[in-house]
């Protein structure tokens, strides 16, 4: 009787252990078929006339064998046959030869040794189960932004738990490197990678990805959660400096201003999470000489040269802008560099040089701004630049008419002449 009560509480059991680890009642059913016909088949050859019934509502499992009715005496194998007489005498009192008699296995039937190897293969399936959700439920959110509390510091990595108490590992590399850990306080970071080496999930997490930086600013701008401002690029150096281009999808917001937010409020957020690193929101644009001048900002430029098939980009400032342009250590170009996918060289405007030039900007008064601006996505920013160049250049570049062409160049001579 105890072995019964063992076994009938056995469904009881792994349905509580089926609410601890988010196993649905679907799979559980099945895992629990599976075993129960697995030690059927030990035990009788095979599981083909036995129907497995489980109730997990009930916190019950019951066991049916079908078997064929024969004559007396002329039972062969009587895991698939019963004489008339048995058959009768179990309930069926009507029944007759040739019929199909169900009957219920007894779960003391099993004995000690079979219920312990059940046990044993539920709790193995279960848990292998258990390991396949995780890595399913992970690996979707790759890339996607995820909390954790350390658990554990180490040399190498941190240890994190989720709010399941799942494992998230945190690697050194994947850390920003003026990142400092305590047991207990929540980090932030994004699923970097997931693997299921030998079915035992391993979760990476990165506050240094790329990834990292987009979901922070996805999380405290709504214009882009919403799908109103949309991040074109970025780039990071982990805990140094960030460059991010945006584009508005409504011309009624501004890009750079809602991803600032008020005073900073939005961006502030943002760069405390990134411990201090600095960062600048660009408009992006699809003209890759426009692109370049706004990604190498504070820096204004004079001229650029762009070889497209190379990806090359030669970039031509008054000397006093150079050191901006390069940056601290050669930051400023290194992130306009991995933002924009051009290789750029800085090259001084040695023909302007010791010679006073005027940036475009100055001639609002006299030339309309979208001419300004059409000269200045071509790559000039300066009336020197501007002479520099062909006239037929211009026209076919700029997509300017003739006479406005000769109206800015008179302009712009007019000025150097005085």
Known sequence: MARREEAVNMTDQFAEFKELKNIDKTTLISVLEESFRSVLAKMFGNDDNFDVIVNPDKGDCEIYQNLEVVPDGEVENENLQISLSDAQADDDPDCEVGEEHTRK????KFGRRAILNLRQTLASKILDLQKDAI????KELEGELVTGEVYQVWKREVLLLDDEKNELLLPKDQQIPTDIYRKGETVRAVVHNVDNKNNNPKITVSRTSENFLRRLFEHEVPEIHDGLIVIRAVARVPGERAKIAVESYDDRIDPVGACV???GARIH???RELRN??????PYTQNPQLLIQRAL????I???RLDDEEKHAEVFLRPEEVSLAIGKGGLNIKLASMLTGYE??????VDNEGEEDIYLDEFKDEIDEWVIEALKNMGCVTAKAVLAMPRETIIEKAELEESTVDEVLAVLKSEFED
């Open 297 to 300: 900002s504070p820096a204004k």
């Open 269 to 271: 957020g943002i760069v």
């Open 261 to 263: 937010g008020v005073k």
């Open 344 to 349: 750029i060289d800085v090259y001084r405007d």
């Open 135 to 138: 890595y399913n439920k992970f």
């Open 277 to 282: 690193e600095n960062i600048d929101v660009i």
């Open 105 to 108: 296995i007894d779960f003391a």
């Open 302 to 304: 004079s001229s650029i």
